[in-house]
């Protein structure tokens, strides 16, 4: 590993490390133990979202429940009950992919790519919501508490408050979850006050209360009968789907998780599973048994918690704080729409159903390109719903009920294949089916009913995406396909020239290709420089940067893997250009930033070597379309500008796209 010193940066770089924080240290030996996540912290940063869900979600059911709020308490114990369901089923997803990926790769591994790219497109539309709802209902937490004439602010704040996220989470995952932890406990200490309070130190309005509701189910009995109550039970139901949001968020998150990973997995999601049972529970009851009634401008946990502590000593402080706790969790809560999107645009990217550019890792080890696209499409759908929760839950329900549709089906269908080697495969299935009809009917209901409410936007969004993404993965094909004749004519090229041992001499002409792994596009470019400049170059040194992406980026193993990976290709085209008759080495870095490694290799080279031209090849279309630089990277351009300022030559081959 090449070890190149360190220069001065400029002022831009300084601000920005100022700002995001100092490059992560590839080299380092305990950077994934330092950046990965125990349980506790993977619950406050993958968990937060499930949790606050119980901000929006129950209320939304409650209110669907009109005069009929009887039922709350019966939906209060299916949404405890379909909670564990779900959990349970993606624990095992957890099992069978203990590298993440959640859902997407769970549709394609067992469904077929097509569903995959479905599945993830609603991931991806999913965590974009989540980012949104969160903080749209964080800001009407917050707002319940000021007078109605400041509303007209909610959306600057929570644009506001989206940007701060997006500067979170660009330091890194693990930083931005220790800011907000404090929130998270505080969250947890005052709503188990306040909902154990309000249960059982009001036990003596339990017996009143099933009297009340036994005499409702029998009036309705008679007015609209059993059918009538199950219809409205189950649209309520649905329509409160918003609180199952999040459960699925450890399993697209394994990257982050401490050794060993499946079961650090497994008991962040139990602990998820438990707190967001309990909480989405015992609101329901508690909405019964004091009958909480909507207040505009007001949400239903605010009225609740009013109510509960109007006669303690410092009543409306102590509700001010359990309300600000429940909107701050929902900050924290957006936060798993930043690790959970860009983790599945990652991984679609590296299936090519995204640009690959959103594979990369920055140098702070995050996803930015996804990070900084999560929260602009968060932005354009606060501006667009003008921050109504209502109109925002429908379509992040929708969405992530289809992926939740999709985990359990294909789960299904794993299963009953693998019936002859799994002893436990019947209760495996029996959940998963659970699951999947659970899952189905909630998004059959809220579909249809919420379908002209924000239903149709959501499949009409999610649709186009996948569109896009079909679009995509073709244009890659084609080139792939074009590339790999490239690999049929140069990899067994003959070379019938002596093989040549001598060292590389510092005054001869020397040639610096940048190279990738060792494919056609690398031979052809040698080729290029050795036709088109004949008895020019005396030296050839090659240049690979290995690239830690997030297929990559996986543990200690995986870096090391890529380095010895980069390290075969180099030795494969130093044997080549030895046998092409020239003197031929190699220089190589691991590192995140293609273009600042592969300058710095090449100013080292030339320190050593004054008589030295950089070489690049670049993938070039018949036909230049808009489209093309975002789905190929310009990095020889990008070095090429680079190593120009720095008054070194540098030219870039063409490579033409069949």
């Known amino acids: 590993m090449e070890n190149n010193g360190t220069k001065k940066p400029d002022i831009f770089t300084r601000a920005r490390h100022l700002l995001i924080g100092e490059p992560k240290k590839i080299d380092d030996p305990s950077l994934y133990q330092k950046i990965s996540l125990v349980a506790l912290l993977a619950w406050i940063g993958l968990g937060a979202d499930g949790l606050s869900s119980s901000s929006y979600g129950p209320e939304e059911a409650f209110k669907a429940l009109g005069q009929h709020t009887y039922l709350a308490v019966f939906i209060g114990l299916a949404t405890a009950l379909s909670v564990f369901i779900i959990s349970y089923s993606y624990s095992r997803i957890i099992e069978q992919f203990p590298h993440g990926g959640g859902g997407y790769i769970v549709?394609?591994?067992f469904l077929g790519k097509r569903?995959?790219?479905?599945?993830?497109?609603?991931?991806?539309v999913d965590y974009v919501l989540t980012i949104t709802v969160s903080i749209a209902s964080c800001v009407d937490a917050i707002f319940s508490y000021l007078p109605m004439q400041f509303h007209e602010f909610k959306v600057p704040a929570a644009c506001f408050l989206v940007i701060l996220m997006i500067v979170l989470n660009l330091r890194g995952v693990k930083e931005s979850i220790v800011i907000l932890a404090p929130i998270f406990i505080?969250?947890?200490?005052?709503?188990?006050?306040?909902?154990?309070?309000?249960?059982?130190?009001?036990?003596d309005k339990i017996q009143p209360l099933a009297r009340e509701i036994h005499g409702s189910i029998q009036g309705d009995l008679s007015t609209i009968g059993w059918v009538g109550i199950m219809f409205i039970f189950l649209r309520a139901f649905s329509l409160g789907g918003g609180t199952y949001t999040g459960l699925e968020a450890v399993s697209n998150g394994m990257q982050i998780m401490r050794e060993p990973k499946v079961q650090t997995g497994k008991k962040t999601m139990l602990y998820m599973a438990v707190s967001l049972a309990f909480t989405a529970g015992f609101l329901f009851v508690c909405y019964s048994i004091f009958g909480v009634h909507p207040v505009e401008g007001r949400t239903l946990n605010s009225?609740?918690?009013?109510?509960?502590f109007a006669n303690w000593p410092l009543g409306k402080e102590i509700a001010f704080i359990t309300i600000l706790s429940e909107g701050a969790l929902l900050l924290v809560g957006a936060q798993t729409g930043f690790v959970g999107g860009p983790r599945v645009?990652?991984?679609?990217?590296?299936?090519s159903w995204f640009p690959h550019r959103f594979s990369s890792l920055s140098e702070r080890l995050t996803m930015q390109n996804g990070i900084v696209m999560m929260g602009l499409a968060s932005l354009i759908l606060l501006f667009y719903t003008h921050g109504s929760v209502s109109a925002l839950v429908v379509m992040y329900s929708i969405n992530v009920f289809i992926t939740f549709t999709l985990s359990n089906l294909g789960m299904s269908r794993f299963y009953i294949k693998n019936r002859h080697s799994d002893s436990y495969w019947r209760r495996h299935l029996s959940v998963s089916l659970l699951g999947l009809v659970v899952c189905l009917t909630i998004l059959t209901i809220t579909t249809v009913v919420k379908f002209t409410e924000g239903g149709w936007l959501t499949l009409v969004i999610t649709a186009t995406l996948v569109g896009f993404c079909a679009l995509i993965r073709n244009h890659y094909r084609k080139v792939t396909k074009s590339m790999a004749k490239l690999d049929e004519i140069f990899k067994d090229l003959p070379t019938p020239g002596p093989y040549n041992n001598q060292p590389l001499r510092h005054g001869d002409q020397t040639a610096i290709q940048l190279v990738g792994g060792y494919t056609g596009f690398g031979i052809h470019t040698l080729l290029s420089i050795t036709t088109k400049f004949p008895n020019t170059y005396k030296n050839i040194i090659f240049v690979s940067v290995g690239v830690v992406d997030s297929g990559s980026f996986k543990g200690a193993h995986a870096a090391a893997a890529l380095e010895r990976s980069v390290k075969e290709s180099l030795e494969k085209y130093v044997d080549l250009a030895r046998r092409l008759g020239y003197p031929a080495a190699y220089r190589m870095e691991v590192a995140t930033d293609v273009v600042e490694s592969a300058v710095n290799l090449c100013e080292s080279i030339i320190k050593e070597y004054p008589q030295s031209v950089v070489f690049t090849g670049q993938i070039t279309f018949?036909?230049?379309?808009f489209y093309h630089k975002l789905l190929h990277n310009e990095t020889a351009f990008a070095i090429q500008r680079r190593l120009h300022w720095n008054g070194i030559t540098s030219v870039i081959l063409p490579i033409r796209e069949a």
């Open 345 to 351: 645009m990652a991984n679609m990217a590296i299936d």
């Open 622 to 625: 018949r036909l230049e379309k």
């Open 186 to 203: 505080i969250f947890i200490i005052t709503h188990i006050v306040m909902l154990l309070y309000g249960v059982f130190a009001h036990i």
């Open 115 to 124: 569903i995959g790219a479905v599945s993830g497109s609603a991931l991806i």
């Open 107 to 109: 549709a394609t591994q």
């Open 303 to 308: 009225v609740l918690a009013d109510g509960l």
